[in-house]
Structures are given as C-alpha cells and as structure tokens.
C-alpha cells in the first residue's frame, strides 16, 4: 500500500497544521494545570470561611463588652 499526497499540500501547510496542535496540546496542558490550582484554592476555602465566622463572633463579643464597659463608665 502505497501513500501518495496531494502535490498541492505543502510543507509549510503541513508544517502549520503540526504547529497549531502542538500549541492547542500546550494550552490544554495549561489550562488543566490552572484548573488544578484553583481547585486546591478553594479546598482550602472552608478552613478560611469557617475562621472568618470564629472572627465575626469574637468581634462581636469584643464589641458588646466595651459598650457594656463605656455603658458602666458613664454612670
């Protein structure tokens, strides 16, 4: 079995096809490695939210004390 090309595809076509797949092949690989990073971005992102709420509530405790403390101040 004999493979014959068309006299009309050229190297350079061929050579262009080669080179838009190897650039869609490096693309692709860095997409997958972007996605990777935010996906380990938000694993993390529960430790974050649920420290965030502990915050909050300190806060807000620390807040309702110096009222009570200014309120007793002045009397």
């Given at each position: 079995?004999?493979?014959?090309i068309d006299p009309r595809i050229t190297f350079a076509l061929i050579l262009a096809l080669f080179l838009q797949t190897a650039g869609g092949l490096l693309w692709a690989g860095h997409a997958v490695?972007?996605?990777?990073?935010?996906?380990?971005?938000?694993?993390t992102q529960p430790e974050v939210s649920e420290?965030?709420?502990?915050?909050?509530?300190?806060?807000?405790e620390a807040r309702r004390s110096l009222a009570r403390i200014?309120?007793?101040l002045e009397r």
């Open positions: 079995m004999r493979v014959t490695a972007r996605l990777e990073e935010v996906e380990r971005a938000v694993a420290r965030l709420a502990r915050l909050e509530e300190q806060l807000s200014e309120e007793r």
